[in-house]
């Protein structure tokens, strides 16, 4: 099976403007959660998805977003972008939801603001 | 909420030497651990993971072990080779919170010939 892809894997954005990150989970998968990393806070989550709705969200705020196609695709938006939030974003799918489900990451879209 | 401590923060071994990196958890209910690779410019690869019900749990070089009533979970690696070098994170995961993984900050493993 082929592994999450996520596009683009580079960006870079002026601040102020706004972003969409795309991520297409394992086939069959249709839990995608979303993380950021960066090197002073490490991994944090961000969101999860399943079923095109939103089940849990991290302790960000509300100019980060997303949702879920019905084919389990995910998209997240970032608003209003801010110099802090050049990360790393990283998505992930899940087979099912839920009851500590094992978790596979994509490579990343790499997002700079400047 | 969750807290997940990881230590060290950098180990440097000798090859075929053993590492062991240590994680602990504050949420008694967190019931599931998986340990990451991330080798520089990489996606995060699941290693091994564990669940609250076993003690331990192996995989060929590497294993994880379990303490409940402490609440840590340790990884153990042995025979390390200079491909085992990376960062690794230990993570933590209830029920309840879905897929919502709480990560330790990361240990970078350096493995020299």
């Known amino acids: 099976k082929a592994g999450v892809t996520q596009t683009p894997r580079y960006l870079i954005k002026t601040r102020g403007q706004q972003v969409t990150l795309s991520c297409s989970p394992i086939?069959?998968?249709?839990?995608v959660s979303w993380y950021q990393q960066t090197p002073g806070q490490g991994l944090q989550f961000l969101f999860e998805?399943?079923?095109?709705?939103?089940?849990n969200k991290g302790n960000f705020p509300g100019r980060f977003s997303g949702r879920q196609f019905s084919n389990s695709r995910s998209e997240m938006n970032v608003s209003t972008l801010e110099l802090g939030d050049s990360a790393l974003y990283l998505c992930?799918?899940?087979?099912?939801?839920?009851?500590?489900?094992?978790?596979?990451f994509g490579p990343g879209t790499r997002l700079t603001v400047t | 909420g969750e807290n997940v401590e990881q230590h060290p923060s950098t180990l440097s071994v000798q090859e075929g030497d053993s590492a062991v990196i240590k994680c602990t958890y504050s949420?008694?209910?967190?019931?599931?651990f998986p340990w990451y690779k991330q080798e520089l410019g990489k996606r995060p690869q699941l290693i091994i993971d564990?669940?609250?019900?076993?003690g331990e749990k192996k995989d060929q070089r590497i294993a994880v072990t379990l303490n409940k009533t402490a609440k840590h979970f340790s990884l153990h690696i042995t025979e390390t080779q200079p491909e085992d070098s990376a960062v690794y994170f230990c993570?933590?995961?209830?029920?309840?919170?879905?897929?919502?993984?709480?990560f330790g900050k990361g240990t970078t493993l350096s493995v020299s010939s």
């Open positions: 086939s069959g998968h249709r839990s």
């Open positions: 998805y399943f079923s095109e709705t939103q089940r």
């Open positions: 564990i669940r609250s019900n076993v």
């Open positions: 992930a799918s899940s087979p099912r939801y839920g009851q500590g489900r094992e978790q596979y």
């Open positions: 949420d008694s209910a967190s019931n599931y």
């Open positions: 993570a933590a995961l209830r029920d309840q919170a879905g897929t919502a993984l709480i």
